[in-house]
């Protein structure tokens, strides 16, 4: 890039304190940015919303040691809502963490293109 990027949309959706399926909290439709907070390492299986070259980052903002693990094409959400992951295994991300989503519209997946997961 020759010039100065700015994601705009950030949103803080209320912690996490269970797993979810098709997240779709309050604003992401037009978020670039979404904050995540949780109570325990619960496991996000999908994310809705994903429309063809779509990028979002998702930043753990959980303080310590609690983690936020993505499930690999899980069937608790629907078809095109699911992560496909490296080695087709579920990854963690780190407090303090984030990572960069993109949506494949050929695949109608979201997939993890830059992170700080375990």
Not at 27 to 52: M, Q
Not at 71 to 97: I, T
């Amino acid at each position: 890039l020759s010039q100065t990027l700015f994601a705009t949309g950030v949103i803080t959706p209320a912690t996490l304190t269970g797993s979810v399926n098709d997240y779709a909290p309050t604003g992401f439709a037009t978020a670039s940015i979404v904050r995540v907070s949780s109570d325990a390492g619960w496991t996000i299986t999908g994310l809705a919303g994903g429309t063809a070259n779509r990028l979002v980052w998702l930043v753990n903002i959980n303080t310590g040691t609690v983690a936020i693990v993505f499930a690999h094409d899980s069937a608790s959400s629907a078809a095109a809502n699911r992560f496909y992951l490296v080695d087709a295994a579920a990854k963690s991300l780190l407090a303090g963490g984030g990572c960069l989503l993109w949506y494949d519209g050929t695949s109608s997946r979201w997939r993890i293109i830059s992170d700080r997961t375990a």
